[in-house]
């Protein structure tokens, strides 16, 4: 919606100021959206306005529908450098509209000190002030924005405008981001057809930079070379990790100053660990050659954002055989003892033959069998014969007693 106010008074005197205000067609019940003024380029000071003057610019909505607050404001601040023209940055005031659980939300422009729509006010408070009122140009306020109020709804007809807060790190002083930028990125994320627990699950994230916020610009330190995009994502559910990180490098040289008009893809990777269904949210982004010391950083707001959603199943890799040790038995076991009985046939190789002496008289045994048996016979006579002898003695003895 684009409201055009002439304004009056003060130093900034003129007729047909372009305020350009945007918001979600859809909204999710109770949920949150990010309503947005883009203020003009320029605004040319008619009368002297001192430099490093404060100018603060305050605007104001009317919230119909049931939507909160029911009137809803903003106020910018900066500083008029030298000359007569003041350039607003960032360009763009944002503020927060609750939604109700259904129906549609309205925004209409709203009023500044009871009948005006817009104010712009030089210096300090006190005397010194001039004090520019903007009024509808029309008798009537211009037909406004609605918002449905739907399951699923989030930024921007069912696709992901994200309101990103773009700055340099903390303590860093940057001529390209005097203050804060609000920068809209249409986030769209591609999860998986299909996923299961234990594994990664990849998600393409592609962002759009959008022409209703402020432009993003390389800060002075970009890198001349490897610079790169770092998207994180939210992810609930099915034992997802609460954040995830990938990365995408830029193609183009951008120098330091010149807007970033392009974005690369990411890849980034989910690893659920049960069943079930994760919901995927945008995060956070950073630019540079690390995601933990960027050059740049925005962050997403945290709530009022698209979610995408993909199904776990179960695992596919087969679950681990686990095979118990066979118990061992301590207690004393009983020695059996088994005699065997071997019967050693002579071969020709160990039996031993009685040979004749060489040209001896042929004593039958003897030889190579060692002493002749014939003595052990005669000898063996010998003692029966002695033993015989003997007893009859002793008989003749007995006898003659």
């Given at each position: 919606m684009e409201v055009t106010y002439d304004c009056v008074g003060g130093s900034f005197v003129a007729t047909g100021v372009k305020v350009t205000i945007t918001a979600p067609d859809t909204v999710a019940p109770s949920g949150t959206a990010s309503i947005k003024w883009t203020l003009p380029t320029t605004l040319t000071a008619t009368s002297t306005v001192a430099a490093n003057t404060p100018i603060t610019i305050e605007g104001s909505l009317t919230i119909g529908g049931g939507g909160t607050p029911a009137s809803l404001t903003k106020t910018h601040s900066g500083t008029m450098a030298s000359g007569n023209t003041y350039t607003p940055s960032p360009a763009t005031m944002e503020a927060t509209v609750t939604a109700p659980a259904s129906g549609t939300v309205t925004i209409t422009p709203g009023t500044v000190n009871t009948t005006k729509g817009f104010k712009i006010t030089a210096g300090a408070s006190g005397s010194?002030?001039?004090?520019?009122?903007?009024?509808?140009?029309?008798?009537?306020p211009a037909t406004g924005l609605s918002m449905l109020v739907q399951a699923g709804g989030g930024n921007g007809n069912g696709t992901d405008i994200v309101a990103y807060v773009c700055d340099v790190p903390t303590g860093t002083t940057d001529t390209n981001y005097p203050t804060e930028a609000d920068v809209d990125i249409k986030v769209v994320m591609t999860p998986p057809t299909s996923a299961s627990a234990n594994a990664d699950a990849s998600i393409t994230w592609t962002g759009t930079i959008q022409t209703t916020g402020d432009t993003l610009k390389a800060p002075q330190a970009w890198p001349a070379s490897g610079a790169k995009l770092f998207a994180t994502i939210k992810a609930t559910g099915a034992g997802a990790p609460a954040t995830a990180t990938g990365e995408g490098s830029f193609t183009t040289t951008i120098q330091p100053g010149a807007d970033i008009t392009t974005l690369p893809s990411v890849t980034i990777k989910v690893k659920p660990t049960t069943t079930g269904t994760v919901s995927l949210t945008a995060g956070d982004l950073?630019?540079?050659?690390?995601s933990t010391s960027p050059v740049l950083r925005c962050t997403a707001p945290t709530t009022g954002l698209k979610a995408y959603t993909f199904t776990v199943g179960a695992s596919t890799?087969?679950?681990?055989?686990?095979?118990?040790?066979?118990?061992t038995n301590t207690s004393p076991r009983p020695t059996t003892t088994r005699t065997s009985t071997v019967t050693v046939t002579p071969t020709s190789s160990t039996t031993r033959r009685s040979q004749t002496p060489k040209a001896g008289a042929d004593t039958g045994a003897g030889g190579m069998m060692g002493p002749d048996g014939r003595l052990f016979i005669l000898t063996g006579t010998a003692l029966v014969g002695a033993a015989a002898v003997g007893g009859l003695l002793m008989r003749r003895r007995s006898i003659k007693g």
């Open positions: 010194q002030q001039s004090v520019t009122e903007c009024t509808y140009k029309s008798a009537t950073a630019f540079g050659t690390s890799s087969p679950s681990p055989t686990t095979t118990s040790p066979t118990p």
